[in-house]
């Protein structure tokens, strides 16, 4: 486990190292700011309701999420710093889960930076906390989805920028399949489509967890698809070795 | 120590190493040269667990590589060809996270880190970006990071490359110093370098073992260049005729002179004998000298023919 911790702290700083962090933390900030503030109109409903924000996340995650993984396996190939990373005395699942720690928790402090929101909403006036916090989670669990999808498909691109589009693709994929918009042209054609993709997709998940809604069911959801990707991901880095 | 075990390896259509077996005890240092593409980085990917062969196996005291990689990888110290190190971190930083990547920690690390900085040189740089630094200092950070863990076996893909003449020579020296209780094994194309470091070459080509013999062996401590005068066309013949003798090679023949290469049977000295030939036979002695042949010759002749060289 310490191996997993010390690439963990290892990937973390590096993102601070090539500044990508602040930008990313940056841009995370501020497009949940515009989304909350200014097309949310949370001045204009004069309630202390933070959901604009919340509603931002699923898409918000989705763009920028995938500029951080795409960096991870692909630079690596790139570099040839793989070679050293494999022949490490680490087993794969270490290397994994080493990088996807270090990934979510960047994701985390972002989150975390944007407190500013909910803080403004309860000095405003009475937010109600418990759903803050579960949206807090359902972002977290949500953000921790798409950095193991975006891994495992940076896995396979030797240049970053193919990654950045593979991991965007497959993070698109999990992230939009269940977007109300798909949903609607779903019904059109049948309604199993419409309860497989609400059943697959994120969004729903998300949205009932935001709402406060903790079901256990959506919470083993999120663990489940990130255990399977990370697990893939596991699966091809020994496929590398046969290669 | 190390068995390589009848390797192969294929990149698609592309039989990069075929059927490679030797076996490297405790303490030597190999050489592995050969022309470019023949085979030597694969085959040192192969031992390190980064590749697995297609075919046989690489076995360290007993254990499968590929079976048990990580078992492996613990005791190897592995410098690759392109000496890849994260540009964005410092030196201290980048050979600190090796060593806990490796499970060094506390005081350990430190005196470890200390050893691997003041043998490779980098002292002075330790704050140092990577990306700043020269080729020759960065490749002196990979080959600290590859001694970093005190390893039992040194794999190293080219350790000299983009160092100047004396970072060279204090290279060698670290890597025969190592050799003392380690076993190595370098690639490299600088066919001097194995002359002076090492204990064994193996050469590669094609993928396959072309020559695998003892340093001394190869450059023939014992040949000796013959050149007599007032000799008859049959000389060769009654050179081979003499007792140890196992070769005789004719080589330039001026007007009146003749020239041979003899190589004795193992650690034969045909001096006396050879002399005593001439004496018998009333040719003119001209020259009886030791031929140190190069590692070059071999190289030249295990690559060209695609044969086995003496």
């Known amino acids: 486990m310490s191996r997993v911790l010390v690439l963990a702290s290892k990937e973390f700083k590096s993102y601070f190292n090539s500044w990508l962090a602040y930008v990313f933390i940056a841009c995370f900030v501020t497009v949940s700011m515009l989304a909350h503030f200014y097309w949310g109109e949370f001045f204009g409903t004069g309630r202390a309701d933070i959901s604009p924000f919340f509603r931002s996340l699923p898409l918000t995650l989705l763009i920028l999420v995938p500029g951080l993984t795409m960096r991870q396996w692909a630079r690596e190939s790139e570099m040839g710093s793989i070679e050293l990373l494999m022949t490490l005395p680490a087993q794969g699942w270490q290397l994994v889960l080493g990088k996807f720690l270090g990934t979510l928790g960047l994701v985390a402090v972002a989150l975390l930076c944007t407190a500013g929101i909910p803080l403004t909403a309860a000095w405003l006036g009475d937010l109600d906390w418990g759903p803050v916090l579960a949206g807090y989670l359902a972002a977290l669990l949500l953000g921790g989805a798409y950095v193991a999808l975006g891994l495992f498909a940076s896995s396979w691109f030797r240049e970053q920028f193919l990654a950045l589009i593979g991991s965007a693709a497959l993070c698109s994929l999990f992230g939009l399949m269940s977007w109300p918009k798909v949903l609607g042209w779903a019904s059109n054609i049948s309604e199993t489509a419409v309860s497989v993709l609400g059943f697959v997709g994120f969004y729903g998940r998300f949205e009932a967890i935001q709402r406060g809604v903790i079901d256990f069911r959506d919470v083993a959801w999120y663990l489940s698809i990130t255990a399977l990707f990370l697990f893939f991901n596991v699966c091809r880095l020994h496929l590398r070795r046969l290669a | ?310």
């Open chain 2, 1 to 310: 120590m190390i068995e390589v075990q009848s390797i192969s390896k294929r990149y698609g259509s592309f039989l990069a190493v075929r059927d490679l077996s030797f076996s490297v005890s405790r303490g030597e240092i190999i050489g592995l040269v050969g022309p470019n593409g023949a085979g030597k980085t694969t085959t040192m990917k192969i031992i390190t667990g980064y590749l697995v062969p297609n075919d046989g196996r690489v076995l360290i005291d007993g254990g499968d590589v590929a079976l048990d990689p990580v078992k492996a990888q613990e005791r190897i110290g592995y410098l690759p060809e392109s000496n890849p190190i994260y540009p964005e971190m410092s030196v201290q930083d980048y050979l600190l996270w090796m060593g806990k990547m490796r499970g060094l920690k506390g005081s350990r690390l430190v005196e470890r880190l200390s050893y691997a900085v003041k043998a490779c040189d980098i002292e002075g740089r330790l704050t140092s970006t990577v990306r700043t630094l020269s080729k020759g200092l960065r490749q002196r950070v990979g080959i600290a990071q590859a001694i970093l863990h005190d390893p039992d076996i040194l794999i190293l893909d080219e350790p000299t490359s983009g160092l100047d003449p004396n970072q060279i020579i204090e290279i060698r020296d670290l890597i025969r110093d190592l050799g003392r209780d380690k076993t190595v094994i370098l690639s490299t194309h600088i066919l001097s370098e194995v002359e002076e470091t090492c204990s064994r070459a193996l050469m590669i080509v094609g993928g396959t073992l072309a020559v695998d013999d003892r340093i001394d062996h190869l450059l023939g401590d014992r040949t000796l260049h013959f050149r007599v005068a007032k000799a008859g066309d049959d000389t060769a013949e009654l050179l081979r005729a003499v007792e140890g003798v196992e070769e005789v090679r004719p080589l330039d023949a001026a007007k009146d002179t003749r020239r041979f290469l003899v190589v004795p049977k193992d650690g034969i000295d045909l001096a006396p004998a050879l002399f005593h030939l001439a004496v018998e036979r009333g040719w003119e002695l001209l020259e009886l000298s030791p031929a140190r042949r190069s590692l070059e010759d071999v190289f030249r002749e295990a690559t060209v023919s695609g044969g086995v060289a003496s």
